[in-house]
């Protein structure tokens, strides 16, 4: 089931960022390649965003790259989108750029995006349930995903509003 509300939330993101790439056509205004990470256990999920994706400019690279090489590959890019998990710390420790997507998590908890370069992308709904605990569960305990159905797309995308704008041909 939890399974299942994971792909259903990547679709929304999916129709979200197609949405928002008719009002800054990301593909058009200058030369963006967006990488999908992960471990080979992830390949399924991103292989399914993928394919999801009206852009001809996403490339999975789950279960193909080591963690110092996924590292090297965040530091150089002009934003990494990461939920609280070793990705976004990774993210921190190579000084990258990161948008850091809270859902049943909080900042509040003490770990938080530390890079320069750093957008903090959560709810704000006031959730009686949030943070379910200090690392998440691997279900939503009232079975709605609130934490992540209710962040807007404008808000979730807000973060490469000004990459795009300032570098457009």
């Known amino acids: 089931f939890y399974l299942h509300q994971v792909y259903e939330q990547q679709q929304e993101f999916l ?37 999801g994706s009206a852009h001809g400019n996403v490339v999975s690279l789950a279960g ?47 770990f938080g995006p530390l890079s320069d370069i750093r957008h903090i992308v959560e709810t704000r709904e006031k959730l009686d349930c949030r943070p379910c605990t200090t690392h998440g569960r691997s279900a939503c305990p009232r079975g709605d995903l609130a934490c992540a159905t ?10 490469l509003i000004p990459i795009i704008t300032s570098t457009e041909k």
């Open 64 to 110: 193909r790259l080591s963690l110092v090489q996924s590292a090297a590959l965040m530091k150089d890019a002009v934003m990494n989108y990461s939920c609280d998990s070793s990705p976004l710390h990774m993210a921190s420790a190579m000084n990258a750029p990161i948008a850091a997507i809270f859902l049943s998590t909080t900042t509040a908890n003490g």
């Open 150 to 159: 209710t962040i807007p797309a404008q808000q979730l995308l807000e973060p």
């Open 15 to 51: 129709v979200r960022l197609n949405a928002f790439d008719l009002q800054y056509p990301i593909s058009s205004t200058k030369q963006v390649k967006i990488f999908l990470l992960g471990a080979k256990q992830d390949e399924a999920l991103c292989e399914w965003i993928l394919a």
